[in-house]
């Protein structure tokens, strides 16, 4: 157990629906980070939140938002979902603003299945 | 910013064979150089990190990897490989006040 908590471990959802991803992070940790991890992109960031902040974008669509609540867990939105969203989405957590020092820490992601 | 490369996408190697996974960055400075390992359907896991200090460090299952300032390199070793390192390995470079940045990844097969 890594400390980073990733609900829910799976997800099958219809095209054109939204679903929301749950990511609670390590104990003392304040910044969260999102990835989406498929065969033909690899492992794309997507957001990054610290101390309820976003703080870095990276390759997130429009249709997708996330935010870190006061208690620091973050939630990332995906909504009018495609076939091609299949994907499994990480969390990862680090105690500052850069994981610099300490790196990382991710959760066992998880899975979404758009049919 | 920095940028890492990781030039091999797949590597087979023989169980009980050593292993060396490249890596390369591109930074002004030196880094924080990291590297983690995925098993299949799971999230990554750190197996090393360097910031300063002695270049040679070690890290968890065996592993070890070597800063070369000189050839802008972080690459991972494992003397002898085990089935079970079977998995994929990313390297990963932190610098300045910007988050990390994470390499292709290298798939490593182990045949028996």
């Known amino acids: 157990d890594s400390g980073v908590t990733q609900t829910p471990k799976h997800l099958i959802t219809a095209t054109g629906q939204r679903v929301t991803l749950r990511c609670s992070p390590r104990?003392?940790?304040?910044?969260v980070y999102w990835y989406q991890q498929s065969l033909d992109q690899g492992l794309q960031f997507l957001i990054q939140?610290?101390?309820?902040?976003?703080?870095a974008k990276g390759n997130i669509l429009e249709r997708f938002s996330a935010q870190q609540f006061p208690d620091l867990h973050s939630e990332l939105n995906l909504s009018s979902l495609e076939l091609g969203d299949s994907a499994l989405y990480f969390c990862?957590?680090?105690?500052?603003?850069?994981?610099?020092?300490?790196?990382?820490?991710f959760g066992s992601g998880t899975r979404l299945t758009v049919v | 910013a920095q940028s890492v490369t990781q030039p091999d996408i797949h590597i087979t190697v023989s169980e009980g064979a050593s292993l060396e996974l490249r890596c390369n960055y591109s930074?002004?400075?030196?880094?924080?150089l990291f590297w983690y390992v995925q098993s299949p359907g799971q999230g990554l896991q750190l197996l090393l990190k360097?910031?300063?200090?002695?270049?040679l460090v070690q890290g968890i299952k065996g592993f070890e990897a070597e800063f070369k300032r000189s050839q802008s390199s972080f690459n991972l070793r494992k003397p002898s490989v085990h089935w079970s390192d079977a998995a994929e390995y990313f390297c990963?470079?932190?610098?300045?006040?910007?988050?990390?940045?994470f390499g292709a990844g290298t798939i490593l097969r182990v045949k028996s």
């Open positions: 104990s003392g940790d304040l910044s």
């Open positions: 930074y002004g400075a030196t880094p924080y």
């Open positions: 360097y910031f300063s200090g002695d270049t």
């Open positions: 939140y610290y101390n309820g902040e976003e703080r």
């Open positions: 990963a470079v932190g610098a300045g006040g910007n988050k990390l940045v």
């Open positions: 990862a957590s680090s105690v500052d603003r850069t994981g610099n020092r300490n790196g990382y820490t």
